[in-house]
């Protein structure tokens, strides 16, 4: 499973970014649990939210009510929609692929990308 991210950037806070992360490989499959994790420079990595296969999507308190994860099956894309970004938002965002349908433990999490950088002033 190869898992690619795009759509970082430099943003003013108050200002929104959408994250995408395609996914492709032979054994990558749709009831596969997606997730964002984010880690800032110095700080431990931190789970954002996740989207299970049966359309439960969780959040982060401290993302709740501003960001929107989804996914597209069709086309194997996970997003995220970032609105009302803060200076606490900068960090470099991961996606992430469970097959064991992990939730927001990062080590229950088998695939991951290589990160998309966001970056709030």
């Known amino acids: 499973v190869q898992l690619v991210e795009s759509g970082g950037g430099s943003v003013q806070a108050g200002g929104s970014l959408r994250l995408s992360c395609a996914a492709s490989?032979?054994?990558?499959?749709?009831?596969?649990?997606m997730a964002w994790f984010r880690q800032a420079p110095g700080k431990e990595r931190e789970w954002v939210a996740t989207?299970?296969?049966?359309?439960?999507?969780l959040y982060a308190d401290s993302v709740k009510g501003r960001f929107t994860i989804s996914r597209d099956y069709n086309k194997n894309t996970l997003f995220l929609q970032m609105n009302s970004l803060e200076t606490e938002d900068n960090a470099k965002y991961y996606c992430?692929?469970?097959?064991?349908?992990?939730?927001?433990?990062?080590?229950?999490?088998?695939?991951w990308g290589q990160g998309t950088q966001v970056t709030v002033s």
């Open positions: 992430a692929a469970s097959r064991t349908g992990g939730t927001w433990v990062g080590s229950d999490f088998e695939y």
């Open positions: 490989g032979s054994t990558y499959r749709n009831y596969y649990v």
């Open positions: 989207a299970r296969a049966d359309s439960i999507t």
